[in-house]
């Protein structure tokens, strides 16, 4: 089913009843060349990487529950390219080119806008970080500007720029970052998968990898076994328990991470706002809902849903930045699993055992991931060779301490990343 404005004129006028599902509800075959366990953004956009560019179509992604139900339709939605160190800078430049293309690929609406983001500062410090940081986005070929007091005044001047605890000294803008339609982009991508023959299964939890002699050769479900040339565990906040059904323990730790979204409001802030003195970051969906996060709630868990003690934080640095936020009723609340790795930078290998690939490890910045992290998966499995823009992400890194890629400096402390 294509979508065109044509398509769209014709269902309103004739009762909307040509539309079809995006995609299919097929029984699991025996056996597969490639199970991906993850039907989220990952899981979706590998399974459609693997068909469109390397004909590859054998292939079932296994999800638990339902497509988009796990953080790929609970994230903040924000995408960017401002990272500074290599190996995350070329892969998450790699991925804003995909995202500016992906509408076209997909032949689906996901509501990618480039409306710009603004990484505030507070200090002379933070300036110094803040620049050095465009330098290196715009070494690699990104977009970055330095705005000073006046130039982040121009475009959000309802900020608070009469506090003197924190005063505003400017911004990096990033102007081709912004946000993309969350479930959409699953949504986009299970059909780009689905049209070329990936199985999509749900309600089909993985529960045991099947290994023999050192080669995996399938999985346990709750839909029965299934066997696999190669398996690709893409279960993001669960990714520990699915490696440790293969008797891995991954360096990963299971963190929350809460969000919000207001009433919807008339069109009141244009951008993408990160504040440097609170953990806080803001943007208004075209619902009108100003959604807004902050800080991960600070203990391992895999419920999805978070504590007050967090929102309070997060709503007082909301208050702190922008005072008239606090006219606006708060709707909903909600927590997603979040696959923290120690240097806060994921992971995306071979395993020890042949055959078993893992991607996890995309803490609280995996959606902007998702279309390269689809695509240099699909690569690995289908070539068994890193792609050139993701050579960085070893496994291995952990164990021998070489190649660690610490974008924040943060330290091995997974929940402070
Ligand atoms: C509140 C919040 C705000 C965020 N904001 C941003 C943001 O603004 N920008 C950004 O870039 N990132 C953001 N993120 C992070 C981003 O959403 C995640 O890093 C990313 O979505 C993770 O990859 P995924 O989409 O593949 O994960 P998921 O959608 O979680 O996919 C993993 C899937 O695996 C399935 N699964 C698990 N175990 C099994 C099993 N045993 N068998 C079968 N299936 C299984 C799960 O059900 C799930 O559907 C945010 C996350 C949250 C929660």
Redesign the pocket.
């Known amino acids: 089913m294509r979508f065109s404005g044509l398509k769209i004129l014709k269902e309103g006028l004739t009762g909307n009843k040509g539309w079809r599902p995006h995609w299919r509800d097929p029984q699991p075959k025996s056996e597969y060349d490639i199970i991906i ?8 956009a590998c399974a459609h990487y693997l068909a469109s560019q390397h004909g590859i179509t054998n292939v079932a992604v ?4 339902y ?14 390219a401002n990272y500074s160190l290599p190996g995350n800078s070329e892969f998450y430049s790699h991925s804003l080119k995909l995202w500016e293309g992906l509408e076209q690929d997909l032949n689906y609406n996901v509501m990618h806008s480039q409306r710009g983001i603004i990484n505030l500062f507070h200090s002379d410090g933070q300036r110094d970080d803040f620049a050095r940081r465009g330098n290196m986005m715009l070494s690699q070929g990104d977009d970055a500007e330095l705005l000073d007091t006046e130039g982040v005044r121009k475009k959000l001047p309802y900020l608070d720029f009469e506090q003197t605890r924190f005063p505003i000294f400017g911004g990096l803008f990033h102007a081709r970052g912004g946000t993309a339609r ?1 479930d959409a982009v ?1 949504w986009g991508f299970a059909r780009g998968a689905d049209s070329r023959g990936v199985d999509l299964i749900q309600k ?4 045991g990898i099947d290994i023999q002699n050192g080669v995996v050769t399938g999985v346990q ?1 709750s839909r029965g076994p299934i066997r696999a040339k190669k398996v690709a565990m ?5 990714s520990s ?2 490696a440790d ?1 293969a008797g891995m323990r991954l360096p990963i730790e299971s963190h929350v ?3 919000f979204v207001t009433e919807g409001l008339k069109p009141c802030i244009d951008h993408v706002i990160t504040y440097g003195m609170g953990h806080f ?1 803001i943007s208004q969906s075209d619902k009108g809902g100003l959604v807004f ?1 902050g800080d991960l709630d600070m203990y391992a868990s895999y419920a999805a849903r978070g504590n007050l003690p967090l929102v309070e934080h997060v709503v007082e640095a909301g208050m702190t930045l922008m005072p008239m936020i606090g006219k606006a009723k708060m709707l909903r609340s ?6 923290m790795s120690p240097d806060g930078s994921p992971i995306i290998d071979r395993t020890h055992i042949d055959g078993l690939f893992v991607s996890c490890g ?9 279309p390269a ?1 689809g695509h240099v998966m699909a690569h690995l499995l289908a070539t068994d060779q890193y792609h050139p823009n993701a050579t960085g992400f070893r496994l291995d890194r952990f164990r021998s301490g070489v190649g660690i890629i610490d974008e924040e400096a943060t330290g091995s402390q997974h929940n402070l990343h």
Do not use: P, S
């Open positions: 366990i993850g039907g989220g953004g990952h899981g979706l296994l999800e638990r529950g497509i988009g139900g796990g953080n790929v339709g609970r994230n903040t939605t924000i995408v960017r969350h699953a089909c939890e993985v529960t479900t893409m279960g993001a906040g669960r328990q699915i059904m991470l809460q969000a970051y996060g909600w927590g997603g699993i979040m696959d995309w803490c609280y910045g995996g959606f902007k991931a998702v992290g």
